[in-house]
């Protein structure tokens, strides 16, 4: 079929799509307080948009409020992410705000009794801990947290307190990826868009089950099939899922297989001289890490060195390391080396929570360079993130141990002092050394004081580390007993966390208050609070300007800019201060609109360019960079470093990497050597352990298990076993096994045959469930580039314990 034609029925069937999921062939422009058409109307019933609470993917919602309460949920058809359709969780999204269980008092402990106090006393607590060691204090923060609020925490460590160690939970979720396109383009987030997966002719995933983590992105995909549309989806993975059975191919690879399958790819590639010459010449040059110290930045090697070094990878071998047969690696380089066709490979944890993390996702995207599969709708290596706002307050705000706003850096003194300009701070407020990232920084919380460990107050916002940190009997269950260290924990629901804290600030969530998330695929989107907190709940952003301004009063000099003037301070259009510190201040202006307005001025630094805040106000998300038209309106971009679509790609070129880390406008093409993972099975502990997430939970399941229709639904966690392995250790569906390793225990019921079916030799386990903690288990070996431990692979036993209950 000739490209034309190709193209004008996949425009058809995009209005068709439009069409059946929309009710309308093009999406129409809705204000955000009108509702879209069909939503139920009633005396005093409100509508408004938000994004979801959940997942990276950003689906838009209407939420339906009436007396004070969210009282409904609809997907917002006005929303191009998700045209008016939710996941199951989604669909839920109101009920999160109403567990019986709700935190609504600040808790101090107490002769070791939390005991309900004032907020005023919370502040001071904290405030003077901090001000009496403000160098041994951690802020752990989140992929959940707004932009705003990750500003904030950043602007108050790194400008405030000139203290580094902020890191945020999304280190274990996605630092690879940003490590992965950081080696590979110079900058980091994805070039492609959602819209790839309405173009593509072939989609790859990864170790990736979109079909239950991202499965409004999914149906993107699998919807098209419904409209007579061919997609071939080829899943390559370690155990069978929701995403193999809607899956042409399924491709088994071993642990560690991945790095093994994408080299093997690319030697056939070059082997075949089937790669896309004219692509690499002109826009990619070859890169290998050295020997002596790896960096992100390697070194050049030459196309003929390239060559060299991946000839061993053949087919054959590919086959031994990965366990995927031979021929179906040729298929792989055959579908690569086809230029007709459009393919996008999407990833996710399971590339991510690597040892190999950087390399295997620095690998992919170079399979995609060396073929020439980029930058063309429907042609991208595309990661995916877990969280609402991994890449908008993490990636973008920066709020990880060593960077700053903008992509800067604090090892860089330029970009310290450019930081220190926009914050209006005497030259050296910041301090040049990284922090710690979330491993050592839990690491130096639990160990004694008097044994190095360097860090005795943290303040953890937003996230519940006491579940989702690896091997959680080193990281955090060894603070138990140690009196001189002070956990501080902001959230909504008692939490695995929460059992150790010393003090718990009840939190505001989601529309109770203002906020900003940046999506997977570079989309800002805004909303406003809705309905107020239950009790004393209040906002994550409000806590940190509290204990700033606290700070301040005590004389702390760091709280005060080069004018003497508050960090924070917001001025009415008279000129005077507003106490946004007073709770009952706080909303007397749109705190959210400053902060936003301030960390814009760092977007234009690595041409993320954002927009207006009241752009955001006007729509369902932009994707950036915006860029500001003749005409005053605002243009957002969907395909990066292409000349088709990026403003920023010097005119003329069809391709521009503009933030090369070569200096040259070229991407990188990576060579990697395999290396074995950091923990085999063996005699002792014969079963590979893999963990993961489940459709109807989100994480660690603090706000999806309170609402009743998701418990119900998924009311455990569980062990995946394969049947020959179960029949050989006399396990029968439903019995209960103690699953260990070299770390710790955990006990669960088993699931043969369920939702996902493991091979033999392997086990699963999804880790939402407080009540069975799988990350007792669970390895905190991590990558050298991104410090991302691995959960997707460690040694483990399984031993019965009990029959299933009649
Ligand atoms: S796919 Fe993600 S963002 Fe969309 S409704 Fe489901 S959980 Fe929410």
Avoid at 189 to 212: F, K, R
Avoid at 371 to 389: C, E, I, K, V, Y
Avoid at 559 to 588: L, Q, S, T
Avoid at 710 to 724: C, D, G, H, Q, V
Wanted: hydrophobic share 35%.
């Amino acid at each position: 079929m000739d490209a034309k034609r190709r193209s004008f029925l996949k425009s058809a069937a995009m209005a068709a799509a439009g069409s059946m999921v929309a009710g309308n062939t093009s999406l129409p422009v809705v204000h955000a307080d009108q509702a879209v058409d069909d939503l139920p109307t009633g005396e005093g019933m409100t509508w408004n948009k938000a994004p979801c609470r959940f997942c990276g993917t950003g689906c838009h919602v209407q939420v339906g409020v009436e007396d004070g309460r969210v009282v409904a949920i609809a997907g917002d058809k006005a929303a191009d992410v998700n045209k008016g359709l939710l996941c199951v969780k989604g669909y839920h999204v109101g009920g999160i705000l109403y567990g019986k269980d709700r935190l609504t008092n600040p808790l101090l402990r107490k002769d070791g009794k939390l005991t309900e106090i004032e907020w005023d006393e919370a502040i001071e607590t904290i405030a003077k801990r901090i001000f009496d060691s403000p160098q041994t204090f951690a802020f752990y923060g989140s992929g959940q947290w707004t932009i705003p609020e990750g500003y904030a925490a950043q602007k108050f460590m790194k400008g405030g307190l000139g203290n580094n160690h902020i890191d945020p939970n999304a280190r274990l979720c996605m630092a690879s990826a940003v490590t992965g396109f950081l080696a590979t383009y110079g900058v980091d987030e994805p070039a492609g868009c959602y819209q790839d997966l309405d173009e593509c002719d072939v989609l790859i995933t990864w170790g990736n089950n979109p079909a239950e983590m991202h499965p409004v992105l999914f149906s993107r995909v699998t919807d098209r099939r419904s409209r007579g549309e061919t997609v071939r989806i080829i899943d390559i993975g370690t155990r069978k899922t929701r995403t193999t059975d809607a899956a042409n191919d399924y491709l088994e690879m071993k642990p560690h297989g991945d790095v093994a399958i994408s080299l093997g790819i690319m030697h056939l590639l070059i082997e075949n001289n089937n790669y896309d010459k004219s692509f690499v010449e002109k826009h990619c040059n070859f890169r290998g890490a050295e020997e002596l110290t790896p960096t992100l930045q390697g070194e050049q090697i030459s196309e003929a060195e390239f060559r060299k070094r991946i000839a061993k990878y053949t087919p054959e071998r590919v086959e031994e390391l990965s366990g995927v047969p031979a021929d179906q690696i040729r298929m792989l380089a055959d579908l690569f080396g086809n230029h007709d066709i459009r393919i996008t490979s999407l990833w996710c944890m399971g590339m991510n929570q690597h040892t190999m993390g950087t390399a295997i996702n620095s690998l992919v995207h170079g399979v995609h360079l060396l073929s020439g599969h980029f930058g063309r709708p429907g042609d991208a290596p595309t990661s995916l993130t877990g969280q609402p706002s991994a890449c908008g307050t993490v990636r973008e705000v920066g709020t990880l141990a060593h960077a700053l706003p903008g992509g800067r850096v604090v090892a860089n003194p330029e970009h310290r002092e450019q930081c220190e300009g926009f914050w209006n701070l005497s030259p050296g407020s910041i301090n040049a050394t990284p922090g710690y990232h979330t491993v050592k920084m839990f690491e130096q919380f639990t160990k004694p004081t008097s044994q190095g460990g360097d860090i005795t107050t943290m303040f953890v916002q937003v996230t519940n580390p006491g579940q989702t940190l690896p091997n959680l009997n080193a990281l955090f269950n060894d603070k138990q007993g140690l009196e001189d260290k002070f956990l501080i924990v902001s959230d909504v629901y008692p939490t695995a966390t929460t059992v150790l804290a010393d003090l718990i600030l009840p939190a505001a969530m989601w529309v109770e208050k203002n906020g900003v998330y940046g999506n997977s695929e570079r989309r800002t989107q805004q909303w406003f609070k809705m309905v107020d907190p239950p009790g004393e709940a209040r906002d994550d952003c409000w806590m940190t300007i509290a204990i700033a301004h606290k700070l301040f009063e005590m004389g702390y000099e760091g709280m005060k800019d080069k004018d003497g003037e508050f960090i924070f301070a917001v001025k009415n259009e008279a000129g005077e201060e507003i106490p946004i510190w007073e709770f009952d201040h706080y909303y007397d202006t749109n705190v959210d609109k400053h902060l936003f307005e301030e960390y814009r001025q760092f977007t234009t630094m690595k041409h993320k360019n954002l927009a207006p805040y009241d752009e955001y106000v006007k729509a369902r998300g932009l994707r950036w960079p915006v860029v500001e038209q003749d005409d005053g309106s605002w243009r957002e971009t969907k395909f990066r470093f292409s000349g088709f679509d990026d403003p920023f790609v010097t005119a003329g070129q069809e391709f521009d990497f503009y933030h090369s880390s070569t200096n040259d406008g070229r991407a990188q093409i990576w060579f990697h050597e395999y290396a074995p993972p950091p923990e085999m099975p063996d005699e002792e502990f014969p079963m590979w352990l893999c963990t993961g997430r489940v459709l109807e939970h989100w994480h660690s399941g603090t706000m999806t298990r309170r609402v009743s229709q998701l418990s119900r639904a998924m009311p455990t966690a569980y062990l995946e076993m394969n049947p020959e392995d179960a029949k050989a250790a006399n396990i029968r569906q439903g019995e209960r096994v103690i699953v260990e390793s070299r770390r710790g225990k955990c006990e669960l019921p088993v699931w043969i045959d369920g939702r996902g079916r493991p091979p033999r030799g392997t086990i699963f386990v999804p880790f939402f469930d407080e009540t069975k903690l799988i990350n007792n288990c669970t390895l905190d070996a991590h990558d050298p580039f991104s410090k991302q431990p691995d959960y997707k692979k460690c040694a483990a036993r399984v031993k019965k314990l009990a029959e299933a209950p009649s």
